[in-house]
């Protein structure tokens, strides 16, 4: 009997053991295939974050041609490469526009992109390829791309296709050398206008000086110069395409042509009193949010003098302050800055340097100071006569290069030059305000700033589409 009970203990034992291993095995088993679907898993995800990568990457390669076309495979495409808004209508989808599309700048451009080691992206080809970029126009216009659509494998067999709307970056067109309020202050006896290369516009009132010669003349026969205009012999003074009108009125001196709104001695200026002269439209929200992003912001101490950083003076080692505007802007000409100060309620902000280059944005007023030596630099003239692409020259005493844009008043006590534009809402006032000379950047019109990407994909619009979509 003992046998037979210690037999059985023994059985028991045994079979427990073996049960043991048998679900040890099956543990192993199942380990083993969460590991290895684990493991497809990874690849998967590793493969699908990488044809991702790709597809994105070619929608910033196309940005970066457009930003800088002389670097792209058709520099004359990528240069004229125009922008054009979606719909976004879901009845009448901007994908694609076959009748507008204008992809390939050169026929073999596929095999171009895929070149895994003279391509444009030989530098990603252990990742995977770029099979093909494709731009689409949108449904209601003829010219201009909305749409960039990037296709990309990976080695692993993973694909994708990407699209996503493209826009023009908020900056705008700015289309006129002056433009703004006019008059901001008291009229004084003289206030003439200094504009070279393009047009002048003003919606208040203006005064133009004494005598309606004081403003150069129009010759489309005359070759644009970086001349200065001569303030002692008026007549002198000649612009192939010098334009300018007044929404509202002029107060002197008073028109004596016919029509009661022109002059005989110079056609070039009008008034519409209040009928069709507008200002060029930004949209300061997206603008503001997209120098947040890609520039500099600041704001106004409530002295006017300081410019503040995340809400903090700029000092230097010593706990000096080196926050003016001057400061922190002047001779910084290596690049074109981009600059949003938010005046915030405060004084008008303080300029007395004046050696800026890029392109600077004020909710406030700003004081300038003037009669700053400025600099040499490089400025090209809009087309005029034989010169599709305009005439380059080399403009003297700039204080700066690029653009002033002012939400308030402009006063301005001694001379200031400009290459490129100046926008004042308010207006401008000061004893040197009829010292402002600009020669206008005619690139501005186009949308296009030198040292700024001109297109941007737009948030909110990236789509991952099927491949036979």
């Known amino acids: 009997m003992r046998s037979l009970l210690k037999n059985n203990q023994q059985g028991i034992a045994m079979l ?38 790709l597809a994105e990457s070619g929608v910033e390669k196309v940005v970066s041609w457009a930003y800088t076309p002389v670097d792209s495979p058709d520099p004359v495409f990528f240069e004229n490469l125009l922008t054009n808004n ?159 009108f007044v929404e509202n009125e002029i107060i002197g001196p008073l028109p004596d042509g016919d029509d009661g709104n022109s002059y005989n001695d110079r056609p070039n200026v009008m008034q519409n009193k209040g009928s069709s002269v507008k200002l060029d439209e930004i949209d300061f929200v997206q603008l503001k949010s997209f120098i947040r992003k890609h520039g500099e912001y600041y704001t106004v101490s409530e002295d006017g003098q300081h410019l503040l950083k995340n809400g903090q003076h700029i000092l230097d080692q010593n706990g000096d302050h080196v926050d003016s505007f001057d400061a922190i802007f002047h001779e910084r000409t290596d690049k074109h800055q981009l600059v949003w100060i938010e005046n915030a309620g405060a004084p008008r902000l303080q300029i007395e340097k004046g050696r800026f280059k890029g392109y600077f944005y004020f909710s406030g007023g700003v004081y300038i100071e003037g009669r700053v030596s400025g600099r040499r630099t490089n400025g090209v003239s809009p087309p005029v006569g034989g010169y599709p692409d305009g005439v380059p020259l080399e403009l003297s005493h700039i204080n700066l290069e690029g653009l002033f844009f002012v939400q308030d008043t402009v006063y301005l006590q001694d001379y200031f030059r400009i290459y490129g534009a100046f926008y004042s809402l308010g207006g401008f006032m000061g004893t040197g305000s009829f010292q402002l000379q600009v020669w206008y950047n005619s690139s501005y019109a186009r949308g296009i700033y030198p040292g700024v990407r001109n297109i941007t994909p737009l948030a909110g619009t990236w789509q991952s589409i099927p491949l036979d979509g």
């Open 86 to 244: 979606c719909s976004q209508e879901k009845t009448n989808a901007d994908f694609p526009n076959a009748a507008n599309l204008r992809i390939a700048p050169f026929p073999d451009f596929p095999a171009y992109l895929g070149d895994p080691d003279n391509g444009p992206f030989a530098e990603l080809k252990d990742i995977g390829k770029i099979t093909n970029i494709q731009l689409y126009a949108p449904t209601h216009a003829t010219k201009g791309i909305c749409t960039v659509e990037v296709t990309a494998t990976t080695p692993q067999g993973a694909s994708a296709k990407v699209r996503v709307n493209i826009a023009t970056n908020p900056m705008g067109n700015i289309t006129s050398g002056i433009q703004g309020r006019g008059n901001a202050g008291r009229i004084r006896d003289t206030d003439p206008v200094w504009a070279h290369w393009g047009k002048v516009r003003y919606t208040g009132q203006a005064k133009l000086g004494e005598d309606i010669r004081i403003v150069p003349q129009k010759d489309p026969n005359f070759l644009p110069n970086s001349n200065r205009y001569d303030t002692d012999n008026y007549e002198e003074n000649f612009d192939p395409m010098m334009e300018l």
């Open 16 to 53: 427990i053991t073996l049960m043991v291993l048998s679900l040890g095995s099956s543990f192993a088993l199942l380990a083993f295939q969460v590991s290895t679907t684990d493991l497809s898993i990874a690849r998967y995800s590793e493969g699908e974050a990488a044809v991702q990568y």
